[in-house]
């Protein structure tokens, strides 16, 4: 037996390890930037699609227009299990005033590549491309398919119209999260509160005018404006601003005070986050604003959406709705990030406030939405609850099923580390696809720039987790098909 044994090991130690192309990652990702793929680009997202058809045949792989999605393929023997990569090639939308390096430039400096989708997930997208270019000379079991949607952050419409016609691959990573490897995704909540009229209110000499903040729900607001008027006569703004001034902003947020005629413009700048995984790592602008201005808006539905606001960010997770004590052990509590006040266009362009939470389990969506226009309600009966979205639910995966352990067994493999699943507040493509489960590329330690302003993602991270997922596709591609694998 012996002779045999060490042949087996001989045989083992020549066996060719896959050469991913590292450097081709930096390159590769900053011609993903130049397309501005957000909602509405029609030209970027078709450009960019003929730009990864181009690609993926220069890299030796398969390459199918398929609609919303793009197919891009490793093909496995004849009948093989189809192993799928999942990743997204639109992006967040973007505030340019608020970056210092222009987001769609596509920049690298000092081992640091700057541009929105870096990391969420044009990042992912590239790795993807260069990991299957690695394993195609080894032998596979398995066919390897990538799919690339292109509205997974706004209308998430893609997946749903991909599988309408097409078979969803056997099972599939979806690289827009983190590492090692996600075991719960939390609900994504949206809600909208309105004031129930427009009326100026009475009370003080000035009116508001105008108030804007925010860009998207899943984006803590890093600026937030509101502006008053005075009522009639010469403006008198200086006690006002006084006693505004004499009010600190919550840390890490800054007021600007500006007069323009017989308006008072008051901005306030914050820092832009992702809201579902990196919630902490931002500065609210509204809530800090709205805290600066309690007490001195006049009389009115819109003063107690201000209010509201500054009482539902009292803390990120949902204290102040009532929502500390639902939430099961494990799951980190819930996520809330108070969003957005601005004309909405999910409502018919009225003005709303949009509060954008991230809910474990046990809640179900209408749970969550009971409980939540009840504190509006409670809070004032001149703010009218509304609805955004309600209909997600958690999900939720067997920590020791099979697919779970073989993922994490690879990434220790390539990295030497050996950390715990994680829960994650962002939502991904696992909810949309079956047998499907989350799977880097973000790594433990630092935090997420996906949707910050300045997103970036260094060059070193990009390689390393290329080397995981390489390692990842060698084991499960290369491997007999996995049984039950969402099973322990
Ligand atoms: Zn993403």
């Given at each position: 037996m012996r002779p045999a044994l060490l042949l087996l090991a001989a045989a083992c130690a020549s066996a060719p390890r896959p050469q991913p192309e590292r450097s081709r990652l930096g390159p590769l990702l900053l011609e993903a930037i130049r397309?501005?793929?957000?909602?509405?680009n029609e030209q970027a997202r078709l450009d960019q699609q003929q730009w990864l058809l181009r690609t993926a045949q220069s890299l030796g792989l398969t390459a199918r227009d398929a609609g919303p999605v793009t197919e891009i393929e490793l093909p496995g023997p004849a009948g093989a299990p189809v192993l799928g990569l999942v990743v997204h090639g639109d992006v967040q939308p973007v505030d340019?005033?608020?970056?210092?390096?222009?987001?769609?430039?596509?920049i690298e400096r000092d081992g640091v590549v700057y541009g929105r989708g870096a990391a969420d997930d044009k990042g992912p997208l590239v790795q993807a491309l260069l990991a299957m270019h690695a394993i195609r000379d080894l032998p596979r079991r398995h066919t390897v398919r990538l799919l690339v949607g292109s509205d997974e952050e706004s209308g998430s419409t893609d997946m749903k119209t991909y599988l309408a016609s097409h078979e969803p691959p056997t099972y599939s990573l979806v690289l827009d999260s983190a590492f090692p490897v996600v075991v719960g995704e939390k609900a994504w909540d949206g809600l909208a509160v309105l004031p129930a009229d427009m009326a100026p209110g009475a009370g003080k000499p000035w009116i508001i005018e105008e108030i804007d903040a925010g860009l998207a729900p899943s984006i803590v607001p890093d600026r937030a404006r509101l502006t008053l008027r005075w009522r009639e006569g010469a403006p008198a703004w200086e006690d006002l601003e006084q006693r505004i001034r004499a009010r600190s902003p919550a840390p890490g947020t800054r007021l600007e005070i500006a007069r323009r005629g017989p308006l008072l413009d008051l901005v306030v700048q914050g820092r832009a986050a992702?809201?579902?995984?990196?919630?902490?790592?931002g500065r609210n602008a509204l809530v800090s604003l709205a805290r600066l201005v309690a007490g001195e808006l006049p009389d009115c539905a819109m003063a107690d959406l201000v209010a509201f606001a500054a009482h539902a960010g009292g803390?990120?997770?949902g204290a102040a709705l009532g929502l500390d004590g639902v939430a099961e052990p494990g799951w980190d509590g819930w996520t809330v990030n108070v969003a957005t006040l601005k004309k909405e266009p999910r409502l018919g362009d009225k003005l709303a406030l949009v509060i954008n939470l991230r809910r474990p389990p046990p809640l179900t969506g209408p749970q969550s939405r009971e409980q939540l226009y009840a504190e509006v309600r409670k809070f004032s009966p001149r703010l009218v609850p509304g609805e955004i979205y309600f209909r997600d639910e958690p999900l939720v995966f067997d920590s020791s099923a099979k697919i779970v352990r073989r993922l994490m067994d690879a990434y220790a493999r390539a990295t030497g580390e050996r950390p715990s699943p994680v829960v994650s507040g962002g939502g991904t493509y696992a909810k949309r696809i079956p047998n499907a489960i989350a799977f880097g590329m973000w790594f433990p330690g630092k935090p997420y720039p996906g949707h910050d302003s300045d997103e970036k993602i260094e060059v070193a991270d990009l390689q390393r987790g290329l080397d995981v997922l390489v390692e990842t596709l060698r084991d499960l591609a290369g491997g007999p098909p996995l049984q039950d694998p969402f099973r322990p």
């Open positions: 397309f501005p793929t957000v909602e509405g340019e005033k608020q970056w210092t390096v222009p987001p769609f430039a596509g992702h809201a579902g995984v990196n919630v902490e790592g803390d990120l997770k």
